[in-house]
């Protein structure tokens, strides 16, 4: 456990009282339930940095999470893919069911787990290859697709993320020489091609200039018409635009879960309002 | 980091409402006196001061639009901003109402007192007592106290039909009275209307502290 986030925590607590979420607030969804979290734990080392979290992804709908920096959303959300696999010092326990899959539980298919959730971060990280090869490598990867199959996927992916206008006459520049929205973009349409299920996005445009946020915010509403998308902002207003469904997280703890609009308009726990009118920051 | 620049600014709006909902209050009380009490200087002040009314509802929603526009008011200061252009919007009105019962005592300046003119006090002491509670709500951000406030427009409303109801029968027996008559129905009617934007602030309030919107009585 650092010491900063001791301080963090403490300093929260201090102001918000409590911690911990009154369940009349974690509400469920009326769509189809894509996703069902329950009493998921993240541990690192001795720190606990995800607490007793239960709630519902909606399917084809935009649930965003937010919280102030260290409330764990980030940690959260690379929960769902078994990001967290990677580092050492990580415990998780708990449920996330996937249509009736418990993808925490051991022996599940990491690499089928990717496939069917895909995951967009914070800053663009394309491969330094061709735009085409970005978006070809995890077919090969999967293998057993013919070479036209592999362009028709290529091409339908970066329509998909709203790129291929600006990039079909130069697929094999190398990816590094897109902008940084563009990047964002072709690494949205990498992750759409293998065909998941969930997108996990993790603060995707926080690097990001206003123009092509606004552009990867209006792709958000286009593919949540096939996709389910889970998408952790710092920025309250994009949480507010761009999703159906919002949480809010401190301290590890899920405090608040519902309607985008109730969240923004009527948000039930004090701790939530204090956060979003910038009581609390 | 909070928000204190923000929150200072909607402070200062909510001190302007109750400066405006001051002035209002004022305007009725006077536009009453002026006309029970024949005194045709203080309706002309009460005509006059309606700009004051006019010009500090249109800064304070300038200064609403300019807080929507550039701070993205969420939650609780979202229904607060919706609601005080909303309460803003009614007070105006009941600034107009209260021009409308001074011009009448102007016109009844013309002609001889009729004995009614009793009743028009009445009515208009609720009325102000209905203005006044009604802002204490909003300042108090009271959803019971507004509650209260609006059963009693019904108070209100059944004066307001019995004294349209004996202007009819005096009517019938006297026409020569029509044009005192008349002017005391619209005056007794700008009051009634007063009363019923008041019930308006009420829902307004319901609305800014629960964020359900509900029609009152």
């Not at chain 2, 802002?135 to 108070?155: G, L, P, Y």
Request: charged share 25%; proline share 3%.
């Amino acid at each position: 456990m650092s010491a900063p986030q001791d301080t963090f925590d403490q300093r929260a607590r201090e102001i918000l009282g409590a911690e911990g979420a009154d369940a009349a607030n974690i509400r469920h969804v009326t769509e189809p339930v894509k996703m069902r979290i329950e009493d998921l734990n993240v541990w690192f080392g001795a720190f606990q940095a995800i607490k007793h979290i239960s709630m519902e992804i909606a399917q084809q709908q935009v649930t965003a999470l937010m919280g102030p920096s260290g409330c764990g959303k980030s940690t959260f959300v690379r929960a769902l893919n078994r990001m967290h696999d990677l580092t050492p010092t990580a415990r998780v326990s708990g449920k996330a069911i996937l249509d009736g899959e418990n993808i925490i539980e051991n022996g599940h298919d990491l690499v089928h787990l990717r496939q069917r959730v895909g995951m967009v971060f914070q800053r663009p990280n394309p491969f330094p290859k061709s735009i085409f090869e970005n978006i070809a490598y995890g077919l090969r990867v999967q293998g057993g697709h013919s070479a036209s199959e592999v362009r028709d996927t290529v091409e339908r992916s970066l329509r998909s993320a709203a790129l291929w206008d600006e990039v079909k006459d130069r697929l094999n520049n190398s990816a590094l020489s897109l902008s940084g929205g563009q990047q964002q973009r072709l690494c949205i349409a990498r992750a759409l091609a293998v065909q998941p299920e969930v997108l996990l996005m993790d603060e995707p445009c926080s690097a990001l200039d206003p123009i092509a946020t606004l552009k990867i915010e209006e792709l958000i509403e286009a593919l949540k018409r096939n996709y389910t998308i889970v998408i952790v902002t710092h920025n309250l207003q994009q949480a507010a635009r761009v999703s159906q469904h919002t949480g809010f997280f401190l301290t590890g703890n899920l405090i608040e879960f519902g309607p985008t609009r109730e969240i923004f308009e009527r948000p039930r726990d004090k701790r939530t309002e204090d956060f979003i009118t910038g009581r609390f920051g | 980091m909070a928000r204190q620049t923000f929150h200072q600014e909607l402070r200062e709006i909510e001190e302007a409402v109750i400066q405006l909902a001051s002035l209002v209050e004022s305007e009725i009380v006077r536009a009453v006196q002026a006309l029970t009490q024949r005194n045709g200087a203080l309706a002309q002040e009460v005509i006059a001061s309606d700009s004051e009314v006019n010009g500090l509802q249109l800064s304070i929603r300038s200064r609403c639009i300019a807080l929507m526009a550039l701070q993205a008011p969420v939650a609780r200061d979202l229904r607060e901003l919706v609601t005080v252009q909303l309460v803003i919007n009614e007070l105006e009105r009941m600034g107009d109402h209260g021009v409308g019962i001074a011009k009448q005592a102007l016109t009844l300046l013309q002609y001889e007192p009729l004995p009614m003119t009793t009743q028009l006090t009445e009515i208009g002491a609720l009325v102000r007592q209905q203005v006044r509670q009604g802002i204490e709500a909003f300042v108090d951000i009271n959803v019971q106290e507004a509650r209260t406030v609006s059963e009693k427009d019904d108070e209100i409303d059944h004066r307001y039909k019995s004294f349209v109801s004996q202007l009819a029968s005096l009517l019938s027996s006297n026409s020569m009275v029509a044009q005192q008559a008349t002017s005391l129905l619209f005056a007794a009617h700008d009051l009634e209307r007063i009363g019923d934007r008041v019930t308006n602030i009420c829902e307004d309030i319901i609305y800014m502290v629960t964020g359900e919107l509900e029609e009152l009585n």
